[in-house]
């Protein structure tokens, strides 16, 4: 089972990445796909995840409207689109992979079996 994340870099505040998660080695359809963040001296955080199976999103409360979760499972693909980054964003994201039916715990990281190395996004104000 693996995970690769791409798409961070650096962008200036109001810019917008496209980060994707590729996943190999497992059912894809029939998962939950999390993206989670760790900035500079903070403890990681939850972004986002998608059930690969229905297609269901989950968003952090404090990230809604920035943030949008996709996939393509046809391409074993997750992506997070994130709009209007801002500084507080600079973080390395991390894509992980879960059983099904864990859906109402998405936010924690103890659901996610494999992770990938993280992808860093750096913005500047």
């Known amino acids: 089972v693996q995970v690769v994340e791409s798409g961070g870099g650096l962008v200036q505040a109001g810019g917008s990445l496209r980060l994707t998660c590729t996943a190999s080695?497992?059912?894809?359809?029939?998962?939950?796909i999390g993206w989670f963040r760790r900035a500079p001296g903070k403890d990681r955080e939850e972004v986002s995840a998608i059930s690969t199976g229905d297609g269901s999103t989950y968003y952090a409360d404090s990230l809604k409207g920035r943030f949008a979760i996709s996939s393509d499972n046809a391409k074993n693909i997750v992506y997070l689109e994130i709009v209007d980054l801002q500084p507080e964003d600079t973080a390395v994201y991390y894509c992980?992979?879960?059983?099904?039916?864990?859906?109402?715990?998405?936010?924690?990281?103890?659901?996610?079996?494999?992770w990938g190395q993280g992808t860093q996004v750096t913005v500047s104000s």
């Open positions: 992980a992979a879960g059983p099904p039916g864990w859906t109402s715990m998405w936010g924690n990281a103890a659901v996610y079996d494999d």
């Open positions: 080695g497992f059912t894809f359809n029939d998962h939950i």
